[in-house]
């Protein structure tokens, strides 16, 4: 059972990035939670609570005309208390980022209710030696 | 119940930040679960997991020379799912960073499962202007 909901979130976290590096607003819409509290940290940003900020921020992110390409790698997924909790890597062109992911369960499926990434300039050797860095396309 | 649950929650995160301004090391080992999956992301660090390198990275910090002073604000608390979630601001000489700590409950008190903490070069004026910035001792 909890294996099964490990790796449901695992594939949820996939999920996530694979809308972000498509630029998919809607696939990224609806991997978000329906119901408040939602929570967002980009880096560098102030807070964004609330749904309505989160998605615009998102919109915004995604519509961008110098949106970089980003690889998600090493994730560490944990069912803790009934959320899902996943930690990771982004890699951006000539940078990495260490990410948190919260998400809940809603009806049966993991959505996401808070996001925090920031600069990590001490990434473990194998998030740097995994695959070549994405190239800005 | 869920009022007071949050009031504690918040107790809980100035509980953390005191440790970690006084550099009380054992207030800082008590804050955190004593179970593990525990999993630490300082600013800039790879993920650490486990207690053991938790508690150690915290050791090193709490005792090293420079450590700078810190003041913690704007905390916005929420219980989801079971979690306590906190996400405030971090100000330290000449920066302010953003962070994210999670807590569960065990024998009924908040304990610490995840921090993550990163720079924050937008935060709210709020953030800024509330009291004069923590100088260095």
Redesign the interface.
Known sequence: MIEGLVQRLLFANEAFYAAFAMRDYAAMKALWSAKD?V?C?H?????L?GQEAVLRSWKDILSAPQASPIQMTAP?A?V????G?V?CYERIPNAVL?A?N?F??EEGEWRL??H?????????EE?LDEEEPPSLQ
């Open positions: 509290p929570f940290l880096p560098g940003w102030p807070l609570a560490v944990q803790i208390e009934g959320s909790l930690i260490a948190s919260l809940r369960l209710f808070h925090q990434a920031g600069p990590c300039q001490m990434p473990p998030v």
